[in-house]
Each structure stands twice: as C-alpha cells, then as structure tokens.
C-alpha cells in the first residue's frame, strides 16, 4: 500500500494545474461621510475661518492703535516744547532787567523809598 500512495502523490504532481481563476481589482471607491462627520468637518472649517478672520481683524486694528499713538506722541511732544520755549519767555519777561526796560519806556521810575528790610 505504501507503494501505491506514493505512485498516486507522483502523479498528481505532474498533473497539470488549472490557471487560479483571475482576480478582478475593484476601481477605488472613497468612504462614505457620515452626518457626524460632515458636521464636524463644518465646524472645523467655520472655526479656522473665524480664527484667521479675527487674527486678520485685530492685526488690523492694532495697526490702527499704534498709528494714534504714535500722532499723539509727536502732539504731546511738540505742547511739551512750547511750554518750555513759554517758560523761556516768562523768565524773560519777569527778570529784573526787562522789568527795567519796561519802566524806562513808560517813563516809571522806581522808588525805592518806600521799601524796608526788615532783616537790619
């Protein structure tokens, strides 16, 4: 018996084999979104338009704020000179030689008799 196993097995490998039957590729089909999926794709989408549109909006107005400050700077520097050339002159005008000047133009004399030290 063993004999004959073995002449069986011999002849069933040289058996030639049938072709394996041809497989067929499918054309790729993408998945199917479920509702809960579109939805949270909109969301997403709405929220990153959002996100750049207020990211655009307050660049914009921090430019804005920037600018005003900056006019404002040069106004309170320009009023802080003034004040110093306003300064300037009222030294001037109140120092004792334009006091002077003023009365000899006027025809002022200043009498001095009429002033006491009180420190003698």
């Known amino acids: 018996?063993?004999?004959n196993a073995y002449q069986y097995g011999n002849n069933a490998r040289a058996l030639p084999r049938k072709g394996a039957p041809a497989v067929r590729r499918r054309k790729y089909?993408?998945?199917?979104?479920?509702?809960?999926?579109?939805?949270?794709v909109a969301i997403f989408a709405f929220a990153v338009v959002a996100i750049m549109l207020g990211t655009?909006?307050?660049?914009?107005?921090?430019?804005?704020?920037?600018?005003?400050?900056n006019v404002l700077q040069q106004k309170v520097t320009e009023t802080r000179q003034d004040n110093d050339s306003l300064k300037v002159q009222i030294q001037d005008k109140t120092s004792r030689q334009s006091l002077d000047d003023v009365a000899k133009k006027e025809n002022m004399a200043q009498a001095d008799d009429n002033i006491r030290n009180v420190n003698r």
């Open 56 to 69: 655009v909006y307050t660049s914009v107005r921090t430019d804005a704020m920037v600018q005003k400050s």
């Open 1 to 3: 018996m063993a004999q």
């Open 29 to 40: 089909q993408p998945a199917v979104w479920t509702k809960k999926e579109r939805r949270l």
